[in-house]
């Protein structure tokens, strides 16, 4: 980066610092404790919430991960975003009624009131495990990758150091600091990603039609034009399940398998959705602070801003696939979770800097507010109950910020050298992948556990590790005992070049799997609470005036939903 590009970087830096320390400072003589730590309890607004729910869920993952699919897959990746609008919707109206209720601040405490301490405690050993190994390594190491390959490379180890430093800095503060920072971070995230997306378009107009000076329009123009395989939202399942690196198949299948056409809309999508945004500690802790009005709208105005994040994380990797194509990218090797950084190099003095800024915003606010959520689930449902029940609020606030610093080292051991072998998998994949192997019971125990009264502590334990199993079983044994072809799935055997070595790999595309693990999961729990009382004295009372919407919420959702009804009907 040039100066300027420094200068603008270093703005952004003291920027979201300094307001951090003055929400923190302005901020402390009210707290009223832990719950205020780890919920800011009645302090975020509606904007607050809904602008820290993108922050936070927009990072590496999606700038890296998710515009390395576009440059693979196409626009098909975007239905993880738009399918999390309705998610969030369903949320808003169903979900967060009830958690509010009953007084809900964290994802075990919920398992704990409704079935039994027994499941709380495991699942709050799983979302540990899940948060610190997966998503936390994930999120630093892509977000490291993604800086130092703009940077032109050698010091990847510094620049992991640097975000977790910044992300410290904010997540010490506790969620009010992340709740309020995010604003400033969604809106440096949103501003250096349209600009970048714009100046993208540009580029490729530029370059590919041979303009002195690009056109932004004219630019996705040629987009559609030079790639229109690449804007099918709904890809054709593949009329071979085998192929080789030789056959033209080859890539088509490999595109099936992390986006199953139509058949992912049955299930998966809304199995990884609803968990996601739903039963989700680092996700629900933003709301679960707020009254029902102010966090419903902010849910809900994060479900609107979905609608855009498309434009700013997957845009530009179906631009870098087009200028890769023409060979325009000269340097670029084509590995997929490199697409963004490849497109950034393009960018001119000062805007690359803002890019940069924003690319880093999302990565701070993610880790940020990510080590808060470990730290809630193990101060509260651990530390608290467990290992020192009669804790002060001051001891209880102490032990939250250690365990953010511990879960920072042990990512940083994971990610120093990628022992996960993220970068193999590619970023995007590898998070939706591995998360999805307790998706499936964990939304199985939730969604029965909120809404049917007759279901037991014994079948939510039974379910949670059988929905693991199952998802280890079709991921890794059900081709080997079944086939490769059955009435429940097709599995896919095709080559991939990785690193200059050809892998043979066979597998059931991740989605198919997560769909049939959660279904057998929730049969086995009715079939064992039909064993149990006809209502579980545990379960909660539901009041249907809890779900009514006012006129206002209404109004707000119907254009949600009619913006993402145009985009489908235009790409699908």
Not at 5 to 14: E, G, Q, R
Not at 387 to 413: F, H, N, P, Y
């Amino acid at each position: 980066m040039e100066t300027l590009d420094i200068i603008v970087f270093l703005v952004y830096f003291v920027m979201i610092i300094g307001y951090g320390l003055w929400i923190y400072y302005r901020k402390k003589s009210r707290s009223s404790g832990s719950k205020d730590y780890f919920l800011a309890e009645g302090s975020l607004t509606w904007w607050a919430i809904g602008a820290s729910l993108i922050a936070s869920n927009i990072s590496a993952e999606q700038f890296i991960g998710m515009s390395g699919e576009g440059f693979f897959v196409g626009i098909a990746v975007a239905a993880y975003e738009w399918i999390a609008a309705i998610a969030l919707i369903i949320v808003a109206i169903w979900f967060i009624p009830i958690y509010l209720k009953n007084k809900i601040y964290t994802m075990p405490q919920f398992l704990e009131v409704r079935y039994n301490k027994s499941v709380s405690l495991i699942m709050a050993v799983f979302w540990l495990f899940l948060y610190i190994i997966v998503n936390l390594s994930s999120i630093l190491y892509l977000g490291a990758l993604a800086i130092d390959t703009l940077l032109g490379g050698h010091n990847f180890h510094a620049i992991m150091i640097t975000l977790l430093i910044m992300a410290l800095l904010i997540g010490l503060g506790g969620m009010k600091v992340i709740g309020f920072t995010d604003v400033i971070q969604v809106a440096v995230l949103i501003i250096g990603g349209f600009a970048t997306v714009y100046m993208a378009l540009q580029i490729v107009d530029q370059r590919i039609n041979g303009k002195e000076i690009g056109n932004a329009i004219a630019g996705f123009q040629t987009l559609l034009k030079e790639a229109p395989q690449h804007f099918n939202l709904i890809l054709d399942k593949p009329s071979v399940s085998t192929t080789t690196l030789a056959m033209p198949e080859n890539l088509q299948v490999q595109k099936y398998v992390v986006l199953p056409g139509l058949a992912m809309y049955f299930a998966g999508q809304w199995i990884v959705q609803l968990n996601y945004w739903g039963c989700n500690q680092y996700i629900t802790q933003r709301a679960l602070g707020a009254d029902l009005k102010t966090a419903r709208t902010g849910i809900l105005f994060a479900g609107f801003l979905k609608l855009f994040m498309p434009i700013i994380v997957m845009l530009p990797g179906i631009a870098a696939y087009v200028l890769y194509s023409k060979g325009h990218l000269q340097g670029f090797n084509g590995v997929k979770d490199g697409a963004y950084s490849a497109i950034l190099q393009f960018l001119p003095t000062g805007l690359k800097g803002l890019a940069v800024a924003a690319l880093t915003a999302a990565i701070v606010a993610s880790l940020a507010g990510k080590v808060n959520s470990i730290s809630t689930i193990f101060t509260l449902d651990i530390y608290k109950k467990y290992i020192k029940s009669d804790a002060t609020e001051i001891q209880m606030v102490r032990m939250g910020r250690w365990a953010i610093i511990s879960a920072m080292l042990i990512a940083l051991s994971f990610t120093w050298t990628d022992v996960l072998g993220i970068g193999g998998e590619g970023g995007f994949t590898f998070i939706q992948k591995y998360t999805g192997f307790i998706s499936p019971g964990v939304f199985a125990m939730f969604f029965l556990g909120m809404f049917w009264k007759r279901t037991t502590g014994t079948a939510a334990l039974v379910g949670v590790i059988l929905g693991f199993v199952l998802s280890v079983f079709f991921n890794n044994f059900a081709v080997d005992i079944f086939g490769r072809e059955t009435w429940l799935y097709t599995a896919f055997t095709y080559e991939k070049l990785e690193n200059g070595v050809v892998h043979i790999i066979t597998e059931i595309p991740f989605l198919i799997n997560m769909a049939w693990s959660f279904f057998i999961t929730v049969l086995i729990m009715i079939l064992i609470s039909m064993a149990g009382p006809k209502i579980n004295p545990k379960a909660f009372e539901i009041d249907r005036t809890m779900f009514k919407v006012d006129p206002k919420t209404m109004v707000l959702i119907v254009i949600t939903l009619l913006l993402l009804t145009a985009l489908y009907v235009r790409f699908w």
